[in-house]
Each structure stands twice: as structure tokens, then as C-alpha cells.
T-cell receptor
Framework: NAGVTQTPKFQVLKTGQSMTLQCAQD?????MSWYRQDPGMGLRLIHY???????DQGEVPNGYNVSRSTTEDFPLRLLSAAPSQTSVYFC???????????????FGPGTRLTVL | TQLLEQSPQFLSIQEGENLTVYCNSS?????LQWYRQEPGEGPVLLVT?????EVKKLKRLTFQFGDARKDSSLHITAAQPGDTGLYLC???????????FGKGTTLSVSS
């Protein structure tokens, strides 16, 4: 198993450009999510999905779109990049979630995005 | 909004010392997880605690979940340089639909 893969590893954008960060997992996990990590801010949830065709917003969704057409893939789209979106982006997946306990979250290696 | 506060934010110690880091909230969590993140990589799960008062040990690491399930601690005995990293606690959010992370404790262990 490759686990959770993310591409690209590094990206530089100009303000106003759009792009898609790719995330894929080969563990047949239902739950997938996107986080951004900024110094001193920890991991903040952007969007998440509990299964194919189902997505929802997290703590900081503005400026980002997601879709989940397959179980394996969960791309994150930046509509019009801004310098405030400079960050490290992590995709994560887990087998399932419930109100009572959490399965292990498997994280990808991250995408380091700079917006000039 | 459920929040997880971690302390201290930074910790720099010598090899062989003991340390404790804390994860606190005013909210009750159904479970808490601890992750460690090394530079340039994603977080990796260390442990999940689900029962109030639960204590779990992972070699030199001891994790405790508070009786009221609002707080947790991580104690490291005889720290080693390999323990260096960012330690994050995470809790199951309301209705179990979002995992909430604290801001983390950055640990540096020098030899």
C-alpha cells in the first residue's frame, strides 16, 4: 500500500492563479480531510468527506473547494490564490468515524504552497 | 466550538530528563489522540485514549486521559534526541464529524 499520497510536494503560485492539490489513498478509507498547517496555529480543518459524493466544510473553508467523486481521491482546489493561503497542506484519511471513537488518521507527506 | 489547548508551546531539554506536556479543554471529548510530527512529514498516531482515567504506556511514553474526559497528558521518561518533534493532541468533535487538533508542543531534546 502507498497509503496517502499528495502531489505536488512544492508549489509556487502568483496571486489570483488557481490550482488543484491532489490527494489519493489506497486503503479504501471512507473518511478523508484536508488541513492547513501554519506556524503556531496547529492543524486547521479546511474540508472533509465522510464518503464518495459527500463533503462538508471545516474551520477554514473560504477560498477552497473540494469534491469526492471516488473513494480514493479527494482533490482540493484553490479558486483564486492569495498570499494568506501560503501554508503547508495535509490530506488525511481514516477507515471511518463515529461519535464515540476515532480511527487512526493517516496523513500524507504534505504540499508546501507559496503564494506570491 | 470545542478547543484543545496544549502547553507548553515549546520545550527544550537535555537527554535523560523527564517531561510532561498537557492537552486541556473545557469540553468533553469522546476520545483523544496523540500524534507526533517530524519536520517535513505528516503527523503519525501515537495513541488513542477513550475511557476517562485511562492510562496507556508506549515504551517511555505514558498517556493519561482525564477522569472527566476534558484533558490529557503525555509524560516522557528519560527523553532521547529521537523524541524531538511536534506533539499534537486531537479530539473527536461534536457528532464525530471532525477531528480537532491542538496547536501542538514543539519538543527539542539535545544530547
Amino acid at each position: 500500500n502507498a497509503g496517502v499520497t499528495q502531489t505536488p510536494k512544492f508549489q509556487v503560485l502568483k496571486t489570483g492563479q488557481s490550482m488543484t492539490l491532489q490527494c489519493a489513498q489506497d486503503m479504501n478509507h471512507e473518511y478523508m480531510s484536508w488541513y492547513r498547517q501554519d506556524p503556531g496555529m496547529g492543524l486547521r480543518l479546511i474540508h472533509y468527506s465522510v464518503g464518495a459524493g459527500i463533503t462538508d466544510q471545516g474551520e477554514v473553508p473560504n477560498g477552497y473547494n473540494v469534491s469526492r467523486s471516488t473513494t480514493e481521491d479527494f482533490p482540493l482546489r484553490l479558486l483564486s490564490a492569495a498570499p494568506s493561503q501560503t501554508s503547508v497542506y495535509f490530506c488525511a484519511s481514516s477507515y471511518s468515524i463515529s461519535a464515540f471513537t476515532y480511527n487512526e488518521q493517516f496523513f500524507g507527506p504534505g504540499t508546501r504552497l507559496t503564494v506570491l | 466550538t470545542q478547543l484543545l489547548e496544549q502547553s507548553p508551546q515549546f520545550l527544550s531539554i537535555q537527554e535523560g530528563e523527564n517531561l510532561t506536556v498537557y492537552c486541556n479543554s473545557s469540553s468533553v471529548f469522546s476520545s483523544l489522540q496523540w500524534y507526533r510530527q517530524e519536520p517535513g512529514e505528516g503527523p503519525v498516531l501515537l495513541v488513542t485514549v477513550v475511557t476517562g482515567g485511562e492510562v496507556k504506556k508506549l515504551k517511555r511514553l505514558t498517556f493519561q486521559f482525564g477522569d472527566a474526559r476534558k484533558d490529557s497528558s503525555l509524560h516522557i521518561t528519560a527523553a532521547q534526541p529521537g523524541d524531538t518533534g511536534l506533539y499534537l493532541c486531537a479530539g473527536a468533535g461534536q457528532a464525530g464529524t471532525a477531528l480537532i487538533f491542538g496547536k501542538g508542543t514543539t519538543l527539542s531534546v539535545s544530547s
